[in-house]
């Protein structure tokens, strides 16, 4: 009688360091650390633009100094501890006014699209062993970056106005009982969980829709929400390190900002292909149950 081979789930939770050591060569073997500054270099050269662009729109909803505090909360998810020199940039474009211009426009959806093109060709890498015959088409392919930068800035926005409803809509108390009880902690509690679902749901959608043959959506979560709460260690580790222990602005003076932020998008880069590669192991431990 044909053995049944244990769900890759239990492998994994049998065999926990021969799946991190086969997934971290596997990202060695595919020149993780090279495909994942790549990636960083782009997103730099187009996250700025991105903010100038959501920024300008949202002026138009929201008085400057609301959305500049409730941007500035997300910002620091992204670019630890450089979240204030980069909403100091920001807020001079508010002040001079500056129109949403064809170059602009132009530049931001360039090196987006790259940054999303790169990242689909190292997916591609990632996952090339699955060895799908079916195929995207060109159109689909060339379409597919746009959506994700489209995708992105709406998420961004919304995020931003929602977390600004929240600040706004949440009173600092409340009587219960006939007692006052105070809400600060509240408010910043779910802006926390809004901006941890959110990021989750990003690496998942891109997790789910990148890779030829979409990933199960189960796994694209689970991915997502690794990835989420990983970054969030290692942000917190990174904060405290360019606060306490750095000494890049010695070393770098006025360039300080733009190599800090360089080094966390790479290292957010990292995580995310790190988590790709997870998903493409634990694809592997789960083909043989499918056949």
């Known amino acids: 009688?044909?053995?049944?081979?244990?769900?890759?789930?239990?492998?994994?939770?049998?065999?926990?360091?021969?799946?991190?050591?086969?997934?971290?060569?596997?990202?060695?073997?595919?020149?993780?650390?090279?495909?994942?500054?790549?990636?960083?270099?782009?997103?730099?050269?187009?996250?700025?633009?991105?903010?100038?662009?959501?920024?300008?729109?949202?002026?138009h909803l929201v008085p400057p100094a609301e959305l500049l505090s409730g941007l500035g909360q997300y910002l620091e998810w992204l670019v630890p501890s450089q979240s204030t020199a980069m909403l100091g940039e920001l807020s001079r474009f508010l002040e001079q006014r500056v129109a949403i211009g064809s170059v602009l426009?132009?530049?931001?959806?360039?090196?987006?699209?790259?940054?999303?093109?790169?990242?689909?060709?190292?997916?591609?890498?990632?996952?090339?062993?699955?060895?799908?015959?079916?195929?995207?088409?060109?159109?689909?392919?060339?379409?597919?970056?746009?959506?994700?930068?489209?995708?992105?800035?709406?998420?961004?926005m919304a995020v931003t106005l929602i977390s600004i409803g929240v600040q706004a809509l949440m009173p600092e108390s409340i009587v219960l009982f006939g007692r006052p009880w105070l809400l600060h902690g509240i408010s910043g509690t779910l802006l926390y969980l809004l901006g941890l679902a959110g990021e989750t749901l990003i690496l998942a959608a891109i997790y789910h829709f990148l890779p030829v043959g979409r990933i199960p959506l189960r796994y694209a979560l689970i991915g997502g929400f690794a990835a989420a709460l990983l970054w969030e260690i290692i942000r917190h580790l990174l904060v405290w390190y360019f606060t306490s222990l750095s000494q890049a602005s010695v070393v770098y003076g006025s360039l300080t900002s733009t190599v800090v932020i360089l080094f966390s998008l790479e290292i957010s880069a990292t995580l995310l292909l790190l988590g790709a590669e997870v998903i493409a192991e634990y694809e592997r431990l789960d083909q043989p149950a499918t056949h």
């Open 105 to 156: 426009l132009a530049t931001m959806i360039f090196f987006s699209s790259l940054t999303f093109s790169g990242l689909n060709q190292a997916m591609a890498v990632i996952f090339a062993r699955r060895g799908l015959a079916e195929q995207r088409s060109s159109l689909l392919s060339l379409l597919l970056p746009y959506a994700f930068v489209a995708l992105l800035g709406i998420s961004l």
């Open 1 to 59: 009688m044909a053995q049944h081979p244990s769900s890759p789930a239990l492998q994994v939770l049998t065999h926990p360091f021969s799946f991190t050591s086969t997934v971290l060569k596997n990202f060695r073997a595919h020149q993780g650390l090279l495909l994942a500054g790549a990636i960083a270099y782009y997103a730099l050269l187009s996250l700025v633009p991105l903010l100038i662009l959501c920024v300008i729109i949202l002026s």
